[in-house]
C-alpha cells in the first residue's frame, strides 16, 4: 500500500469524535421519535439536542482548523472526477453537519421549546413559538437527515472501495494510529 501524507493529529481525532456522535444522535433520534410519550422519552430529547449542540461545536471547530491547513494530496492514481466527487462530498457533509443540528434548533424553538444544553444553561432563543413552521422545520430536519446518511454510507464505501479494491492509501490519510 503507498505511503500517503495525513491529517493532522487533531483533525483525525475531530473526524472521529465527530462521526460517533453524529451516529449516536442518529439513534437516538430514530429510537426517540417511536417512544410513546414518557420520562425516557424526555430524556432521550434532551440527550439528542445535547448532542446536536455538541456535534455544532466540533464541526465548527474542524472546518476552523480544515480551512487553517492544507488537507493531504490525494493519490496520484486518483483521477480528476473522483477528486471533484470526493471534494463535493465533503463540501456536503460539512454543509449538512452545520444544517441538521440548526434545523433541529430552530424546530425545538419553533415548537416553543428552549434548547438547555446538559442541562445547564439556556441557548439564545432567536425565534418565539411559532405553529405556522415547526411542522416544515420538522420535515426539514427529517429530510436533512436521511440526506447526511446516505451521504455519510457513500462516504464510507468510498473510502472502503478505495482501500481495499484500489489499496492506494487513501484511507490512511484520516486512520488513527501510523
Known sequence: ?????????????????????????????????????????????????????????????????????????YPANMGKAQQLAANGTHILLYVLMFAVPLSGYFYTLAAGYPVVYLGLFELPVLMGPNPEIKETLKELHEILNKVMFVLVLLHVAAALKHHFYDKDGLLNRMRPGR
Open 1 to 73: 500500500m503507498p505511503v500517503t501524507q495525513r491529517y493532522s493529529n487533531f483533525s483525525i481525532a475531530l473526524h472521529w469524535l465527530i462521526a460517533v456522535l453524529i451516529v449516536i444522535a442518529f439513534i437516538f433520534g430514530n429510537i426517540m421519535v417511536d417512544m410513546k410519550f414518557s420520562p425516557t422519552k424526555l430524556q432521550y430529547y434532551s440527550y439528542h439536542k445535547w448532542l446536536g449542540v455538541t456535534i455544532l461545536g466540533f464541526v465548527a471547530i474542524r472546518l476552523i482548523s480544515r480551512l487553517l491547513s492544507k488537507a493531504p494530496p
